[in-house]
């Protein structure tokens, strides 16, 4: 039996998810959860094989997520299943050590079966999503985009300084450069962009 914690923050998409996962004959979801801290939560406690996951969720993302697993070596193997089919993200969930990154717009028996195959140990990316990896690598740095998440969440300058500790001009600096490689007009452009590309 694969057990497995589901991690979606619409709730009518998770129960539907539980649902018919729960009819797999081998797949029982132990946990679910509608944000990434209690997602992490639910992993911690359950345990369970793989955790399915969507990525853009309330606390933790998705790849946050799977991140913070693989920092703590926790064995648990991560599924992504996303409306995003972007580059960025995929760049991003691989790095970040995700076994399976698939639409949630294919049929159940498609996740079901991707779902298998990362429990057997194997990578399963979706189709469309192994060709968006062939698009413009993300040119942002670190800082970059941690300044652009905040703008995106409609900080100031002079709060992200705050926020940072660093200069206001410090601040102007980084978002200008970050502008310039986005091709960007001004700040909230560029964190829009950022976003639409999947490098936030």
Known sequence: MIRVVLAEDQGMVLSAFASL???QPDIKVVATATNGDDALAAVR???PDVLVTDIEMPGR???????????????????????????GYLRRAVDAGVAGYVLKDAP??????????V???????APELAMAAWDAADPLTD???????????????AEIASRMFLAEGTVRNYLSTAMAKLGAR???EAARTARTRGWL
């Open 143 to 157: 800082r970059e985009r941690e300044l652009l998440r905040a703008v995106a969440d409609g900080a100031s300058n």
């Open 119 to 125: 429990y057997a140990g194997e990578r399963v990316v």
């Open 108 to 117: 159940i028996g498609e996740l079901a079966a991707a779902l298998r195959r």
């Open 61 to 87: 993302s998705g790849l946050d997520l799977a991140a913070d697993l693989n920092q703590l070596d926790d064995p648990t193997r991560v599924l992504i299943v996303t409306t995003f089919a972007r580059s």
């Open 45 to 47: 406690e359950h345990r």
């Open 186 to 188: 001004n700040r909230t």
């Open 21 to 23: 996962l729960d009819l």
